[in-house]
């Protein structure tokens, strides 16, 4: 398997919240990373955090994945960077301590290695003061949980050379994240302006008691959250502005700015009371879940809008849900080729994970998303015989014209789902598939669906032989498959009393 990123090897220095999120991207894009975090708890934190993102992933994409870069925690900074092609630091937001690490980097690490700097809001110019290479260092100020989110703002101080930026975004851009280049450098860039903002003012609608802390999140996650989710802050109120646009929007809401409701220009005192009354808030909304549970909660609840994201703007996806199709696009494209397949048996051709998007009311996996991994496994079979993207904007392709699909049982969150294709029968024009799928490690038969696919000319919009190379590759599969017996399930009409359930396979 290649790499997803045009490096091999990165080091972290720095394993925290936001450290342990690099490690993590890194790692699952196939990239070896070495730590060095003095922290005597930083390799159960690191193991954590990891977990949660291989978990994250496991629920966000049905891509082949590289294989997991190699992780080692160092005993020295010198000894983690000493070979690396890019370096994140992600030590504690303090100038002292960042300039004095990143000058023991900017001595240790190889001179054409990448330095970015996780900071919050510390400007690139002030971090690059007494470095010897100033020119490849960057602010990389990525957003928590660093392993789903992908926004980076890449931020160059006044020494940082253009090709830094530019080999930094290439580098992000392949492993699924969008480095977004800020114009100029200004002290908390621009995602922590605006949040500062909106937190000041949060602060005040907490200390003068007119909401608490849970209602004020309900304002958001009700509301302009749902719509930020897909569409930014101008975007939003360029709608809002009917069809005259941004124009009438302004028009209307711009005398708004000087009427005196905010308080953005007044500091809270955060004073020893008002930090008990938000912790005391915060602890009954919290409801006794644990920082790791609701991790976990945060995370499955972002794989799902993201995923909503990519079957969004007519399956082309919006916002971040384009942005993860482009990547699994990518290691669709990077993936190595399928290994030798076992013709005398049922092809084993999809294997997935029920995501959290796919979930009922009832708690299992909704029966729709059935038909969607039979239909995954119909396509997994056709690229195998050359119906492939090409062929189809060639003009021809299989239109599934029946289906029958049986539900037998119940899938759960995060379950593994592996899906297999018997082929029935064929002929010039025809192809007659019965699927089975399988749940758990137990590998227990929860459907099966049979399907008859027509061959097609898409332009002519009626069926049509296919072409001899593509029946040359289907007849060996067929021949095999005509060999294997009969699934007792095949041919089944609707209602039809259910027969003893065949051993898993």
């Not at 994140?88 to 980097?105: F, G, M, T």
């Not at 290439?170 to 114009?183: E, Q, R």
Request: net charge negative; glycine share 10%; aromatic share 6%.
């Amino acid at each position: 398997m290649t790499h997803l990123s045009p490096i091999s090897r990165a080091a972290c220095i720095g394993g925290g919240v936001i450290g342990g999120g690099w490690i993590a991207r890194f790692l699952l894009a196939g990239i070896d990373v070495t730590v060095f975090d003095p922290h005597p708890e930083a390799q159960r934190i690191v193991g954590e955090v990891l977990a949660n993102a291989e978990r994250a992933y496991g629920l966000l994409t049905n891509a082949p994945l590289p294989p997991r870069g190699q992780l080692r925690f160092c005993a020295s900074l010198a000894e983690a960077v000493a070979d690396a092609e890019w370096v994140q630091e992600s030590v504690p937001e303090r100038l002292d301590l960042k300039r004095r690490v990143l000058a023991q980097i900017d001595a240790a690490a190889p001179p054409d290695a990448l330095l970015g700097s996780s900071t919050s809001g510390l400007k690139p110019s002030d971090l690059q003061e007494g470095l010897a290479h100033p020119e490849r260092l960057f602010v990389a100020h990525p957003y928590n949980p660093v392993y789903l989110l992908p926004l980076v703002e890449i931020v160059g101080g006044q020494a940082t050379a253009p090709a830094t930026i530019a080999r930094a975004k290439t580098v992000l851009d392949a492993i699924g994240m969008k480095g977004v280049v800020i114009a100029r450098e200004i002290e908390a860039f621009v995602g922590d302006r605006l949040l500062e903002a909106l937190w000041r003012e949060a602060l005040w609608l907490i200390k003068d008691d007119i909401c608490d802390v849970e209602t004020l999140d309900d304002v958001i996650r009700y509301s302009f959250g749902l719509r930020w989710a897909q569409m930014g802050l101008f975007q939003t109120y360029r709608i809002a502005g009917g069809e005259a646009g941004m124009r009438h929007f302004l028009a209307q809401f711009g005398p708004c700015l000087q009427w005196p409701w905010t308080k953005l220009t007044d500091v809270v005192d955060l004073d020893e009371t008002l930090v008990e009354k938000i912790g005391a808030q915060s602890d009954a909304q919290a409801a006794g879940l644990s920082i790791r549970e609701l991790e976990r909660i945060r995370d499955e609840n972002l794989v799902g809008i993201v995923q909503a994201l990519k079957a969004g703007n007519g399956g082309e996806g919006w916002g971040a849900g384009r942005l993860l199709a482009d990547f699994e696009r990518r290691l669709q494209a990077k993936a190595e080729p399928a290994i030798a397949i076992d013709v005398e048996a049922p092809l084993a051709l999809v294997e997935t994970r029920v995501s959290p998007a796919w979930i009922d009311y009832n708690g299992h996996m909704t029966e729709h998303r059935y038909l969607q991994v039979f239909g995954d496994a119909t396509d997994a079979l056709l690229r195998l015989i050359g119906v492939d993207l090409a062929y189809v904007e060639g003009g021809h392709s299989y239109y599934t014209v029946e289906t029958h699909l049986r539900h037998l049982g119940e899938a759960k969150l995060g379950e593994t789902l592996r899906a297999t294709c018997q082929i029935l029968a064929s002929d010039d024009k025809r192809l007659h598939l019965f699927h089975r799928l399988f749940a758990g490690p137990d590998g227990r038969e929860i459907a099966t669906a049979e399907h008859m696919l027509l061959h097609v000319d898409t332009h002519a919009g009626r069926a049509t032989p296919a072409p001899a190379e593509l029946l040359s590759r289907l007849a060996p599969l067929a021949g095999a498959h005509a060999r294997l017996p009969a699934p007792p399930a095949a041919g089944r009409a609707v209602g039809q009393k259910r027969a003893p359930l065949a051993a898993t396979a």
